[in-house]
């Protein structure tokens, strides 16, 4: 696959495409106990092709110097390359290049609002943090159905600024309850953080709607994108958000490098979260003033060949197309889905009518943990996750403690779908489900 150009094609990826796509990455040539590896745990982490390596190996060997430093060559090259990726990924998800802030990951980016929202809280960033500040009597909006890491960041911003955390229930299919939508938005709401598409259900929920109840109590919006961004096309402005995330090292990229988006005005009006080196303008030693954002968000050496390796990333992407991604994904999460529930003793989690999902699905074999699911299926060389996904509320809320979740990505097969199936169905016999 080249990944220079990006692609407006609409056609499905044809078996040749795909066993070419297939044929850019080493690991799914691996063997595991005398079988070829099928790798169905992309939500979790994808697999690399050889473009992105290449990048990260490339750019070490010619272009190597700290970014934003030195008047040397090599500084001045390595500087270009780093703020060309930023260019890259802001271009991917149609963004100004000022409001893409570099972060470790996705945890961080959600960390790093909810820690400036605290400072600004405290009276930090000057008049213009104003509008960002939240105490008691406000209210910071989740859902159900979030990662910790869209959950733990804002019940410690509730805990230090005196505010109340709601959330907004979900129904037995997976849904999200429109009633508690109505119910928990109001005009206390201050803060509404929800993800685009469950890590668990595969759902994508309803942005449109979410941002819209938002704005109309005048309530900021944060997107967890972590499982939108690699495979479907990401707009941030159109979606109408005011920050999203997003981790590389789920679309092709390395570990390591994540995207805060924020809206330029509302970066700017933030303190900072972290202060070092290479975000200020001027230190005395009694103060400091700090440069605009992004650069006010990034202290210190930064992530400089991960940044090289996802915008790597991104440019495969785009030359495959993300909507050719998205639409060969979803037939085969729907074969997936179909699938698994036809086995007996095999529940799906989340199944709305009508609703479009992702490529990934979790499910519950009865009586049966599914660690042993995960072990069963690793024995035939099918690689799955299992637990509660970083999602434990949402698990109690559909009355298990686990699932074994099952993720493709653009490297995917029908037939890789089928040796899981096959796998799920031998194991309830294996186990003994329903005998």
Known sequence: MTDTAQTTRTDALGDAELAAIRADFPILSTVVNGAPLVYLDSG????????????????YERDNAAVHRGAHMLAALATETFEDARATVARFVGAREDEIVWTSNATEGINLIAYAVSNASLGRGGHAARALRIGPGDEIVVTEMEHHANLLPWQELAARTGATLRYISILDDGSLDPQSVDAVITDRTRILAFTHVSNVLGIVNPVADLVARAKAVGALTVLDACQSAPHMTLDVVALGVDFAVFSGHKMLGPTGI???YGRAD?????????????????????????????????????????????AAAVRYLESVGLQRIAEHESRLGERLVAGLSSIAGVRVLG???????VGLASFDVAGVH????????????????????????????????????????????????????????DATTFFGVGS
């Not at 103060?287 to 400089?304: C, D, K, M, N, V």
């Not at 660690?371 to 109690?396: E, M, N, S, T, W």
């Open 370 to 425: 599914s660690h042993d699911v995960g072990q069963f299926l690793d024995d035939r060389g099918i690689a799955v996750r299992v637990g509660h996904h970083c999602a434990q509320p949402l698990h109690r809320r559909l009355g298990v403690t686990s699932s074994t979740r099952a993720s493709a990505y653009l490297y995917s097969t029908d037939a890789e779908i089928d040796q899981l199936l096959t796998g799920v169905a």
């Open 351 to 357: 199944q709305p009518a009508g609703t479009h999902r």
């Open 266 to 310: 509302l970066l700017n009006a933030m303190p900072p979260f972290l202060t070092g080196g290479s975000m200020i303008t001027t230190v005395t030693m009694e103060s400091a003033e700090y440069l605009p954002a992004p650069q006010r968000f990034e202290a210190g050496t930064q992530r400089i060949s991960q940044t090289v390796g996802l």
């Open 258 to 260: 994540g995207v805060l």
């Open 44 to 59: 979790a982490t994808s697999q690399k092709p050889v473009q992105v390596l290449d990048a990260e190996r490339v750019f």
